[in-house]
């Protein structure tokens, strides 16, 4: 925070947010970024539900942290199956001195808290109801005294693969309890957001956010868990920056990052790490804390001394610069490693309008991994090695760039499909995307790129558009970006391994 307003930024707590923020485009800010989180407790709609004794999970951790008192009684059951659920459960314990009941629709399996949570929940001896669902709350003189559940079964699974909860006619039974804690799920608390006109989707999250934040409101952007659903941290500070882009370049501002820097390491340390990459070191966890020191709201997992952060930072295998994992693990040699040019250019996307190309915006191609992997079709037999091993959850095989020498075969593809040759002094490159076919040709600083709607050429070193026209009407929008890419393929492809037999050559 001291780091943020160093910098002059003026920040306001202990606000009610009021207004959309079109109310603050009219008092004139420029650009409003909304970054409000999803930090609201999905509602249960079930008879009894107001009864005292029903809390929403994140409501009461946040009065537990706060210090204000909150009476659960002697005897809490918790719903849900999430990590908030975990907190839930051990924040019951403490403040009734009983473990909890949590009641979850599925089984342990398909439960969505991580691993860790549910060990240091369950040894602590919070009990849990698999295969339930709440139907009513019982109450007496407004307080709940019990839940009515109903038995389920699994099902078939439901889009995300998780069997789905199929009810048990005839088999409620009820649970007496003291009191409730509803931890199902959240949602953005976007209620200053009435009157808006900005995109929101079907769960009640902004839309939109993803190029740049802009959120259909020309000045409003957003970014974070408010648009893309939670998820990490990480994420949320990517649309962070971007927005912070996307604004600059509205304000014509000069957005000021760090140097453009191709990440990379030199063949010494990659050899040196490989060889590290052979021992095999084992993951320092930090423990947790022993059951009987757990009474009071200390974290419950250690943090690293320094001796340990030092030995996990050396586990490092630096897999943002290299992993070759895809090239290592293929029998059959058709995952190769190859060096591409780091660059950074803008190209244009255009529409069709007045009988002619008109330019929209540009986008920023920027590839700063100068090791890629392209993949050699004609060599893959899809044994699906390189996608078990892969260390994201990438499938090598079809994903990466699959470069074709049987023309018969490339011309039999739909997608991801390269092909390059060389025609007298100039190579050629040609993609299939979307069944349709696209070409790039390379000669002495000059290239021409022709998609069936748009025959472009661009000057090099920098890509200038030097030509541009369009074959005739078309919907939508154009993205030249795939020059871009092509050129970067083709060049590294070329430059690095001259050896492959590409047509011509
Ligand atoms: S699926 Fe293809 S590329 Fe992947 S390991 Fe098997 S043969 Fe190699
Ligand atoms: S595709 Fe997967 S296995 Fe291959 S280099 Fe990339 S991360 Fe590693």
Same mark, same amino acid.
């Given at each position: ?7 002059? !930024? ?51 951790? $946040?009065?537990? &942290? ?35 009941? #949590? ?32 139907? &009513? ?48 799920? +959240? ?18 999250? #902004? ?56 990440? /990379? @390491? ?10 590290? &990459?052979?021992?095999? +070191? ?8 022993? *059951? ?15 001796? +340990? ?33 780091? #660059? ?64 018969? !075969? ?12 060389? @025609?007298?002094?100039?190579?050629? #490159? ?8 696209? $070409?790039?040709?390379?000669?002495? /600083? ?13 000057? *090099? ?29 083709? +060049? /590294? ?13």
């Amino acid at each position: 925070m001291a780091r943020i307003s160093d910098l002059g !930024v003026e920040i306001k707590t202990g606000h009610d947010i009021r207004q959309a923020p079109e109310g603050l485009l009219n008092q004139g800010f420029e650009a409003v970024f909304i970054g409000s989180g999803f930090q609201k407790d999905a509602a249960l709609d079930i008879e009894g539900i107001q009864s005292k004794g029903v809390y929403a999970a994140l409501d009461l951790l $946040e009065k537990v &942290r706060r210090g204000i008192p909150v009476d659960l009684g002697h005897k809490a059951l918790v719903i849900g199956g999430g990590d908030t659920a975990m907190d839930a459960a051990g924040v019951s314990k403490r403040l009734t001195g009983q473990p909890a009941t #949590i009641v979850y629709r599925r089984t342990l399996a398909e439960m969505p808290a991580s691993p860790e949570e549910r060990e240091a929940t369950f040894e602590e001896g919070t009990q849990l109801l698999e295969l339930a669902s709440p139907m &009513r709350v019982i109450s007496e003189n407004g307080h709940v005294v019990g839940l009515e559940c109903i038995k389920n079964k699994l099902g078939e699974p439901g889009p995300d693969g998780r069997r789905r909860p199929v009810p048990v006619q005839g088999s409620e039974f009820v649970i007496p309890t003291d009191s409730i804690i509803l931890a199902i799920g +959240q949602e953005p608390d976007l209620y200053f957001m009435q009157t808006s006109q900005v995109l929101r989707t079907k769960n009640g999250a #902004i839309s939109g956010g993803a190029i740049g934040g802009e959120s259909g409101i020309k000045g409003v952007y957003a970014g974070g868990d408010a648009v893309i659903n939670p998820d990490s941290i990480i994420s949320a500070c990517a649309d962070g920056e971007n927005a912070a882009e996307a604004i600059c370049k509205q304000l014509g501002v000069e957005f000021d990052t760090l140097p453009f820097k191709p990440a /990379g @390491i030199n063949e010494d340390q990659i050899r040196i790490n490989k060889n590290a &990459r052979v021992i095999k +070191q084992t993951l320092q966890k930090p423990a947790f804390q022993p *059951l009987s020191a757990r009474a009071g709201f200390d974290l419950l997992e250690r943090t690293y001394s320094e001796a +340990q952060a030092k030995r996990e930072a050396e586990r490092c295998l630096q897999c943002a610069s290299y992993c070759d994992k895809c090239v290592e693990v293929c029998p059959n040699r058709a995952n190769l490693t190859y060096f591409v040019p780091a #660059i950074q250019i803008n190209l244009p996307v255009i529409v069709y309008k007045n009988n002619k190309a008109e330019i929209v915006r540009n986008e920023i191609l920027k590839v700063t991994q100068t090791r890629q992997i392209v993949h050699i079709d004609d060599l893959c037999n899809e044994c699906g090695n390189c996608d078990t091993f892969c260390v994201h959850a990438g499938k090598p095989y079809r994903e990466k760039p699959r470069l074709f020498f049987d023309e018969n !075969v490339y011309n039999k593809e739909s997608d991801n499909a390269y092909f390059v040759e060389k @025609i007298g002094s100039t190579w050629s #490159i040609r993609s299939r995307v979307a069944t349709e076919e696209r $070409e790039l040709k390379l000669e002495q /600083g000059l290239i021409t790129f022709e998609t069936p709607r748009v025959k472009s050429s661009f000057s *090099l070193p920098d890509f200038d558009l030097t030509h541009l026209v369009v074959t005739g009407p078309f919907d939508g929008e154009e993205s030249l970006v795939e020059a871009g890419e092509m050129f970067v393929l083709v +060049q /590294g492809l070329i430059k690095s391994m001259p050896y492959l037999p590409y047509r011509g050559n």
